[in-house]
């Protein structure tokens, strides 16, 4: 098992099979459902890089950290949401206790 893996769509995991990621293309909440199940059943990766289309599915991803596993957002393309920004975005103020990035 390797200690990253990347899940979402396959233009998204491909890039992180050079690097020796672990890759489980997703394109849809069930899939991504099964996923994180299958991985977390085989011992977790300490890292999972997650495709931003995926950011709405709440219970694989709470399932993930609650066996603390670290979950990175990444776009993979411009869109008209920015939920790995968004995320980012409350990390950074909860660290800061303020909003220093302003407006994006």
Do not use: W
Not at 28 to 43: E, H, S, V
Not at 63 to 76: I, K, N, Y
């Amino acid at each position: 098992m390797s200690k990253i893996a990347a899940i979402g769509r396959r233009h998204f995991v491909g890039a992180f099979a050079a690097v020796g990621a672990e890759t489980l293309p997703c394109e849809t909440p069930a899939a991504f459902a099964d996923a994180a199940a299958r991985l977390l059943a085989a011992g977790p990766p300490a890292l999972v890089l997650l495709d931003q289309c995926l950011a709405g599915c709440e219970e694989p991803l709470a399932a993930l950290r609650r066996r603390g596993v670290v979950v990175l957002l990444l776009a993979a393309e411009r869109g008209e949401g920015h939920p790995a920004l968004d995320e980012i975005r409350t990390l950074i103020e909860s660290a800061a206790g303020a909003n220093i990035l302003g407006e994006y």
